[in-house]
């Protein structure tokens, strides 16, 4: 059982820290992007490993919990804990510097409390790219992306987080440092404890630096819109797209018409690049290099498309402010959806050729539930949708609270019938531990809990998220 | 404390398995490739992960210890218990088939007793790629290159085998079956046990089947050989081949004129492509996408890295029997060391920039140890040399044994304090055991042997292999 921070724990932390490391213990701490949980906890933000380490010891030998903060742009409240004994809330913000970057080997190291965008900017100013791009990029901070392996809008080309880290430094659940920050591109000595802290969700330590690689820097890059006819086209055009451009592809999203229609609804400045918006629309982004031009391959993948009967309409950027304008269409959706009002959101992925049965299935079942509009889109070229159910017109949120949990229960239920998983890319945080519990393999959750055991033994880190708390 | 595998227990087994499912214990299952090590054990090859089961139940229930067995080329003694209570040897050999493949996702699911080189056939008949590639290929199983995550000569642009596996089915050392077989490419529900499994060397659960991701297959393919003056030299031309081809480079190998020596030497066959051998050359492979031609890129990069002074002589291979002439050369140099005969081979990894470092301070550090040649060769683009240490002319391996120990201890040690590793590829084994505890980071082993103890808290998976056994 874990004791709560109390402020006689703050007077002894008081003790270990500099004055500049205690923080109002107020919003933003306290709540998530969308408000629908409330935190609690005392709030330190340490400026570097050492201090980090200090706090864990002492929570460690008072059995407080704790919890990272990073970004708190999470969406499955992983980031803050609403019952039991208040943790003390450790933020990454103070720890934001760009250690070193070795231009010559693609890398940078970095705090982990590091924005993403001001990541993407360094490698930029490096004529490099660090291709993990998502809408938070703003504001989300390196510690919590690795820490839940974030995905985005490039993951098909570039993988997800885990795939764009060499090293890690961590503070283990007894304070003491794990000096993991390796640059070494192949390193067999032992199991994989990185990819074992990337996802953990803060619950095995506390990322404090990541060594990150980088990309070059596409030559030429284009992006394009085309109308397909059916999620099947889609796919099929996916794989065209392979054939023509290879690992040129760096993101194939797919949207829905209920999306733009949502943008007309709700975004004032939306302007849609169809005459009339199709039934579902892809957004094709390419990178290529010297030699290949992005309007050609795109053109001619609009022109082969067209013939094999699987595109209608399309619209090809011809310079970058209209490929920032397709991104724009694709990047607000999300604020959107917040502004109409989900019954439910559900962040799944799907064997990339039962998607076009799933979308199939899914309205079907949920028409039995009952008068629903549905917004899918996301990652195609990931296998990984954001399928949101919402009100039929003139309903609110609020006239759906006895079907939310079936409606949770029959989209969960198809997409693990069908291979899929719950969270393809947000996390399980506390909000999903439950279908954690019902849909994970018995071995599966006997291996979690038997790593959380051994790594973190009092069960200080990040209490209750991915794992119920042990009574 | 285990228990030997007994005639007695073999009867056990002979109740649980058809006839079939026994060997005789005898080589390729007692010896390994360098023939340095023998091993014992009573060998078993279950069919089916059904069989592999009961076998690992039996063993659990009478504390007996298993050698997962996949190809058996593994060069760290991993798949062989010198000493110690005799283990069941678990074959995996009958258990090769791939058991599905799904063109339209890039997926192919195969049992873990597959050949690599069957895996590569039965994508190259789906017209795709499965880019694992390494001098034992023909021989090589998926199982056990997926437990020692492989690497070979296309980890540059593919990843190792950790970045080419979806999922994974394992037999838990309790019997029990982790169903992980995922082709998802996101899935963010707890703790990553697929990249734990990789890499472990069947310490922690023998992997029984896989989920494997495939690439497209470039359009176009070549590769050239070109001279370069000097480590530095060969790490300058990488980022040039970088700004110019991009991800289209699959492979940047190094080898010193020592390997065209021996090669000479002890390889009747053996046809230079140089008139005079180089001190270092360089072999470039390249797979382009449709649209740009190898031939054209090559020629383009040899040009600039002559006039940038990086280059002094080169070929291009003008057809696939040339590039694979090119290839033959490359990897017909492990089995020249062979016939040579090492006094102490290293495989080892350093941060990209710090090679050229590396490899004078190695040579002047062996200098003070004794007359040495030096065949230091590998994937350059991955920092991962092989860095072998051979007789003076006229001398034999069994002339070093006093020296042997020190070789081992300079080059580990100089590797270490640049941040290396002294396992890049090959994993840890039993040969390496001790390297792990002298230069694994405190926490990180205080991590593995945790981790270790909760999902085998018998110690029965692969005893004494990357962990000592417990007393």
Redesign the interface.
Known sequence: MLNPATPAFKETLRALLPASAFKEDTAPYLSEPRGRWAGQGLVVAPANTEEVAAIVRACAKARIGIVPYSGGTGLVGGQLMQEGPAPVILSLERMNKIRAV?P??N?LVCDAGVILANIQQAADDLGRLFPLSLASEGSARIGGLLS??A?GVN??RY??A??LCLGLE?V?PDG?????L????????????R??M???EGT?GIITAAALKL??R??GVGAAMMAVASPAAA?DLL?LA???????ISAFEIMHRQGFDFLGEVGPDFQSPFDETPEWVVLIDVGL????SPET?LEGLFEAGFEAGLVTDGAIAQNNAQRDAFWHIRETIPEANRRIGSVSSHDI?????AIPSFIERGAQALAQVGDFRINCFG?LG???LHYNVFPAPGKGRDDYETERPQVKRVVHDLVHSM??????????GRL?VA??EK??????????R??????DPLGIMNPGA?LRQKP
């Not at 992925?349 to 050729?353: D, Q, R, T, Y």
């Open positions: 070795y010559s080997e890398v839940t392996n995905g993951v098909l993988g997800n885990r795939a961590v283990r003491t440092i794990w000096h993991g390796t640059r070494l591109r192949k390193d067999n000595t032992g199991y994989d404890l990819n074992l990337i996802g953990a095995l990309a070059p596409p030559v796919l794989a392979g054939e023509r451009i290879g690992e040129g290099p010297a030699g290949l391959a992925s799907i064997p990339l050729s990652h990931d296998g990984n291979e899929g998983s719950v969270s393809a890319e947000h996390g399980i999903k279908d954690l849909y994970g393999d018995p071995a599966k959750l006997a291996m979690l038997a790593i959380k055991d051994a790594l991915v």
